[in-house]
């Protein structure tokens, strides 16, 4: 069964310092999604990404997040200037055009230092 | 916007108990409703899902779920506790407009008791 997968599995960075989270959707999924869950809170949604595009963003979202899709599999996530507030589990998730439901990695557990 | 509401941070059972997890969410339109599993440092693991096919939702594990317009509900429930169960539940909502993006609950830690 094709799944979402995330590397790395766990990151620890100095604070300060940028940060790439990387992602591969399922193949024919055309939107994509960030999430984040600080340690015993719930999970929030970051970001969403739709047509080589941005389609929708929360308020965590600032100028120091962005995300791309810089080929036809992959799907990232940067923190330019890591913050220790930053420190969570990532989650990435992706889904097809015809559904609601979306497919979660198993995410990449970013330690700020 | 939607939302979602879990009733109970935590809730314990005796193993061989009924687990009854709740969620309320509000939406304007027809939700699509959710619910995943959290084991312990890993992801998240869909349970079930409501897509207006079927009021009454069975999922993996031998969780079900129900979902009733008239109370804005989907409570989950589970006829008979097993240790394996002991895990954090999200109830969780889709939003149909926008960027679609999913809408979690804070969350409700189970506690199974042998």
């Known amino acids: 069964e094709p799944e979402v997968t995330q590397t790395p599995s766990h990151q620890v960075t100095q604070m300060g310092q940028e940060v790439i989270l990387r992602c591969v959707p399922i193949?024919?999924?055309?939107?994509f999604y960030w999430y984040r869950q600080i340690l015993g809170q719930k999970v929030e949604f970051l970001v969403s990404?739709?047509?080589?595009?941005?389609?929708?963003k929360s308020e965590i979202f600032d100028d120091q997040f962005s995300v791309e899709r810089p080929d036809g599999s992959n799907f990232t996530l940067k923190i330019r200037s890591t913050k220790l507030e930053d420190s969570a589990m990532y989650f990435c998730?992706?889904?097809?055009?015809?559904?609601?439901?979306?497919?979660f990695g198993p995410g990449t557990r970013l330690t700020v230092t | 916007a939607q939302s979602v509401t879990q009733l109970g941070s935590h809730v314990s059972v005796s193993e061989g108990a009924l687990v009854l997890l709740r969620c309320n969410y509000s939406?304007?339109?027809?939700?699509?409703l959710f619910w995943y599993v959290q084991y312990p440092n890993q992801g998240l693991q869909l349970l079930l899902k409501?897509?207006?096919?079927?009021?009454l939702v069975k999922g993996i594990n031998g969780f079900e779920a129900e979902f009733k317009k008239s109370e804005t509900s989907f409570h989950l429930t589970k006829p008979s506790a097993h240790m394996s169960d002991a895990a954090e539940y999200f109830c969780?909502?889709?939003?149909?407009?926008?960027?679609?993006?999913?809408?979690f609950g804070a969350g409700t830690r189970l506690f199974v008791k042998a």
């Open positions: 998730a992706s889904k097809t055009s015809g559904s609601y439901e979306q497919y």
């Open positions: 193949s024919n999924h055309l939107y």
């Open positions: 990404f739709y047509n080589n595009e941005i389609s929708e």
């Open positions: 939406s304007s339109v027809p939700p699509y």
């Open positions: 409501y897509t207006s096919a079927a009021t």
């Open positions: 969780a909502v889709s939003e149909n407009t926008g960027g679609f993006k999913t809408i």
